[in-house]
């Protein structure tokens, strides 16, 4: 028992390292930073390089990666990124960081490329292999990397309130996180201290990194987990408090840690309690702190005016509404026409993905909600659909099939189903979103999906030892798709319909009152807008679009696979649909194209070191927001329009008379 | 005594230690307008919250119609015919002003229930009577010229009569005006003035009027309340209260406070 109580203990206090790093940005900026997991794996790659590649001893490897490496690296990112979001919509600020957590990792494996076997067994701060120690009168055994991770807590302890409480520093970083602009009057350099806090944050994020590896490895998924453990504990601090980050990183630690002694060594529970642990605090935090005030949560209450977005041109009426979408789906259709059989195979992924991308262009474009499970329901989608379509059980439950005399339903009906059983699972997160505004949302959902991941992903009926199920391709309607260009057409043809139906609701009563909950959700509803019933309504239809779009991809790769859909890949999909544009369809399109073709060029073309540049771009791209929200396909539309007509609102700032 | 359209009965809110409103009773008879004063911090804005369903109150009771709302939901309220403006701007920022106000209406219509129409490309038409209604909605209050222009592009004065107009075109019958004037020039109070009272000749719409500019509320009011500390100081009509001690003495302060920095 002591043994787990210490386990749980050094994890909590690597936990709290990173959660305080995450606090003190927020505090300073009010952007959550979404890319704190992977600075810390940054940190770590770095650390690892020099005292393992470059034959460092452990001593100046760790000076130099965090004195000199992590507050650099955390200077820059503020100063390309981070100063920029400060001011920006709620929306454009998660995206950006969502794109420079996709960004980062890759960049930072193309710099320093290592083997995997290298990374197996990385080195702590602790000599490999670690010494053992035994405390008699506590009856446990203590190892050197255990006692290293403890000490960098207390150091960091001491250290932050050391500064925080008795320097002049500390007192100007106090003022400027309770009222950046009253500090700024009062002669308080706030930029400096902003700054400064990147500084140590992402120092802070990387001493959590380097302190984690001996125990998880050097593989950014663990790096996920720890910012999600990061931001539970952050939120039971409410965003703003040290001490109580502190206290809740501890807590869940020794709940991870303790948990070891009761759980059974195998099974699902096993592998779904540990991350469990972070949704459930994280929940009842939420939902405490909301009982309690009556305050609805949102990121930027104090944060500064946000800034304006320029408005669009008005449309093109008439004929000449449909010149745009008429070239896109003509150019769309004749893909078999021009391309050989394999790139048509490549292009049809690209097209289902599009289909599943229209998920964020009606859940975060027009409902105006971050949400980062959609990847998870086109999940649940694809895996159901094959569950069914190949032996008709889900958990292990025999589903009648009415359709045939076969064991598997037909494909049709069984992608129909699979879309269906995404909206009840969507309509759950949903339920979140009545209560949780924008960001604290994003975190809600983040630590679902991971929780649906290692829950229900990880069972053998779904996973098969990472394979998947095998998936042919539909007859639907007594019409064989089998052949790839027929396929391609009907895929085509579902993706224009889920298209226009988006369109047509964006641009009806139902669009209207979207963007009137997106603005002011107050004003909405006295106005007499149902917020509830539009969120819902939102939910349930991204739900929808996500498994439909999730089935169709999985029958075009021919598998449906929990690695298709996992966490991390549902943020590279967002964060390429982001850059060309989430209100946008044909963004979704482009977006949908560009995942599927890009990596495929890549190969062919590029030394497989190169494997990574198609992600790094991908995140690039969605940093890039900072500077247009809206997207590489609003700014070209945008400026089609101004060169063409003249007609945009810049001849509209002088009033017209009428 | 009929019943009145809105009534607050015995209010109290706290927040934490600090006591919001205190048994606050405020009646509003049809086609009336009623003053609410007091200085900052007195638990107007606090009431408007009450009122339209943003804030639970911790006792007493909220009528509508003779109907107790206490509990219902603000778009329940906003069904049942009340509205409201915001002190601080709550625009709908990337609509035009047209769209405010044609949001507004169709809600009213129930037309944003009609998802399988929208979603069928049927959803874009106006309904009958919708062109008609809204264009003499900003004839009324003068937005012709900035009907087609997004509200992000329009300055803050025009943008409180855009509020103001927006919630007429629910075709509400009590409406919450929370400093409908504030920011706005000696033009534009006295096309707010007009409007009210044409919307309350014209429409028979109820207003509750809180409001810094003492002359405009003792110009247009039937009724005026005055709030100080949560707490209803004085209640009657205008004449009375600009005659009213207490009113005076939470204004400008006691001779026995010794100071008159409130």
């Not at chain 1, 320093?112 to 292999?129: H, R, T, V, Y």
């Not at chain 2, 804030?55 to 219902?72: C, E, F, K, N, Y």
Request: hydrophobic share 55%.
């Amino acid at each position: 028992m002591p043994g787990y109580v210490l386990a749980g203990l050094v994890l909590g206090s690597i936990y709290a390292v990173s959660a305080l790093g995450l606090v003190l940005t927020y505090s300073s900026s009010r952007v959550v930073n979404f890319a704190h997991g992977v600075t810390a794996y940054a940190v770590a790659v770095f650390y690892h390089w020099l005292n393992h590649e470059q034959g460092w001893s452990i001593l100046p490897s760790a000076a130099v990666s965090l004195l000199v490496f992590a507050p650099a690296l955390g200077l820059f990112l503020w100063a390309v990124l981070f100063r920029r979001l400060t001011h920006a919509p709620p929306t454009t600020r998660f995206l950006a960081t969502v794109g420079l957590w996709v960004a980062l990792p890759a960049a930072v494996r193309l710099v320093f490329p290592f083997s995997q076997g290298e990374i197996n067994a990385p080195q702590g701060l602790a000599k490999l292999p670690a010494s053992v120690f035994h405390l008699s009168a506590l009856d446990v055994s203590i190892n050197a990397n255990q006692i290293a991770v403890l000490a960098g807590a207390v150091v960091v302890v001491v250290g932050m309130t050391a500064l925080l409480r008795a320097t002049p520093i500390g007192l100007a970083t106090r003022a400027s996180v309770d009222s950046p602009r009253s500090a700024e009057v009062s002669g308080i350099n706030t930029t400096l201290v902003t700054a400064g806090s990147w500084m140590v944050g992402t120092a802070l994020a990387g001493l959590a990194g380097i302190l984690l590896t001996p125990i998880l490895g050097l593989a950014d998924l663990e790096f996920t987990l720890l910012l999600v453990v990061s931001l539970a504990a952050a939120v039971v601090g409410r965003l703003t408090s040290l001490p109580l980050t502190f206290a809740g990183a501890l807590v869940i630690g020794l709940i991870q840690g303790i948990s070891v002694d009761f759980l059974p060594a195998h099974g699902v529970l096993t592998t779904g309690f540990r991350p469990s642990v972070p949704f459930v605090v994280m929940l009842l935090c939420l939902l405490l702190y909301q009982g309690l005030g009556r305050e609805r949560f949102e990121v930027d209450l104090r944060a500064g005016p946000v800034e304006r977005e320029a408005p669009a041109p008005p449309p093109p009426r008439g004929w000449r509404a449909a010149v745009g979408p008429g070239i896109v789906a003509v150019a769309l259709f004749s893909v078999p026409l021009w391309l050989n059989g394999f790139w048509i195979g490549v292009v049809s992924q690209g097209v289902a993905l599009a289909v599943l991308f229209l998920t964020f262009t009606i859940v975060t474009g027009e409902g105006g909600m971050l949400s980062l499970v959609q990847a998870t329901l086109a999940g649940i989608g694809g895996l159901i659909t094959a569950a069914l379509a190949t032996h008709s059980s889900i958990f292990g439950w025999q589903v009648p099939n009415p359709f045939s005399s076969s064991v598997g339903w037909p494909l049709g009906p069984a992608i129909l189903a699979g879309a269906l059983v995404a909206v009840p699972v969507g309509l759950l997160v949903a339920s979140l979103s009545l209560r949780l505004g924008d960001v604290y949302l994003a975190l809600a959902t983040l630590a679902f999906a991971l929780l649906v991941e290692q829950l229900v992903f990880a069972r053998h009926e779904f996973d098969q030892f990472g394979a998947g199920i095998q998936l042919g391709r539909p007859m639907l309607l007594g019409i064989d798709f089998n052949d790839r260009t027929s396929f391609f057409v009907l895929l085509a043809a579902v993706f224009c319909v889920v298209a226009l139906v988006a369109v047509n609701l964006r641009r009806a009563t139902t669009g209207l009152v979207l963007a009137a909950m997106r603005s002011s959700e107050q004003a909405a509803a006295t106005t007499g807008v149902s917020v509830v019933r539009a969120k819902l309504l939102a939910f349930a239809a991204s739900s929808f679009v996500a498994g439909l779009g999730g089935a169709l991809f999985a029958i075009t790769i021919g598998r449906a696979s929990p690695n298709s859909f996992n966490v991390l890949i549902g943020i590279v999909w967002l964060a390429i649909v982001a850059t060309w544009g989430v209100r946008s369809v044909v963004g979704a399109l482009v977006a949908g194209l560009l995942f599927a073709v890009v990596p495929q060029l890549v190969a062919e073309h590029l030394p497989a070191s190169w494997a990574d540049v198609p992600t790094l771009l991908f995140g690039l791209g969605a940093i890039g927001l900072a500077r247009e929200p809206r997207g590489i396909i609003f700014t070209l539309v945008n400026a089609t329009r101004r060169a063409r007509g003249g007609r945009g609102p810049l001849a509209l700032t002088q009033p017209p008379a009428r | 005594m009929t019943d009145p359209l809105l009534a607050a009965d015995d209010v109290s809110v706290r927040f934490g230690g600090i006591v919001a409103l205190d048994a606050v009773d405020l009646a509003v008879p049809e086609r009336s307008i009623v003053g609410l004063v007091g200085p900052n911090g007195a638990g107007k804005t606090t009431l408007f919250a009450v009122l339209s369903g943003l804030q639970h109150p911790g006792r007493g009771r909220v009528r509508l119609s003779g109907i107790d709302v206490t509990r219902a939901t603000p778009q329940r309220r906003a069904r049942l015919g009340l509205a409201r403006t915001f002190q601080r701007l709550e625009l709908f920022t990337e609509l035009t002003v047209r769209q405010h106000l044609v949001v507004a209406r169709r809600v009213r219509e129930g037309r944003d229930r009609s998802l399988l129409r929208d979603a069928a490309g049927l959803g874009r038409r106006p309904s009958p009577g919708e062109d008609a209604a809204v264009d003499s909605l900003l004839e009324l209050l003068e937005l012709r010229d900035v009907a087609s222009l997004p509200v992000s592009m329009i300055p803050l004065g025009t943008g409180r009569i855009v509020e103001l107009a927006r919630a007429l075109a629910t075709e509400p019958r009590v409406v919450l005006l929370d400093e409908p004037t504030s920011g706005l020039d000696v033009h534009e109070t006295r096309q707010v003035g007009a409007a009210l009272r044409s919307a309350r000749s014209e429409r028979g719409v109820a207003f509750v009027l809180v409001e810094h500019d003492v002359e405009l509320v003792l110009e247009l009011c039937d009724d005026v309340t005055v709030l100080d500390f949560g707490r209803v100081i004085a209640h009657g009509p205008p004449p009375s209260i600009r005659a009213d001690a207490a009113v005076q003495a939470a204004y400008l302060g006691t001779p026995t406070d010794g100071a008159v920095t409130r």
